[in-house]
Nanobody
């Protein structure tokens, strides 16, 4: 089920920056986890960064210190600021949402199958 619209992808050289946005996410669950996933050619879709309604964030090690996930409030789009991009960051990037259970945290490593709402994706290509 396509719910969101990602934008901001493109082609950059290594060391460059991009900022992805996820529109249509303003009317998701009152308690939620929102995650940016990426999928390279022939690879599994994996989580990169996650944020909950409590503003707690979680990142995979390969993007820590380079990527920042943010969402000002429940009425705002979801963002992913990507700095110092590397060729291994090349992938299709998707935003996704799921309802967060009470007392549950939002981990970047939660499987894609756990998410109920998705966007169509935006391509990020990084050249060396």
């Amino acid at each position: 089920q396509v719910q969101f619209q990602e934008s901001g992808g493109g082609s950059v050289e290594a060391g460059g920056s991009l900022r992805l946005s996820c529109a249509g996410s303003e009317s998701t669950y009152s308690r939620y986890c929102m995650t940016w996933f990426r999928q390279g050619p022939g690879k599994e879709r994996v989580g990169v960064a996650s944020i909950g309604d409590n503003s707690i964030t979680s990142y995979t090690d390969s993007v820590k210190g380079r990527f920042i996930i943010s969402r000002h409030n429940a009425k705002s789009p979801l963002w992913l600021q990507m700095n110092n991009l590397q060729p291994e960051d090349t992938a299709m990037y998707f935003c996704a949402a799921r309802e967060r259970r009470l007392y549950e945290g939002c981990e970047w490593s939660a499987p894609a199958s756990a998410y109920t709402l998705w966007g169509q994706g935006t391509q990020v290509t990084v050249s060396s």
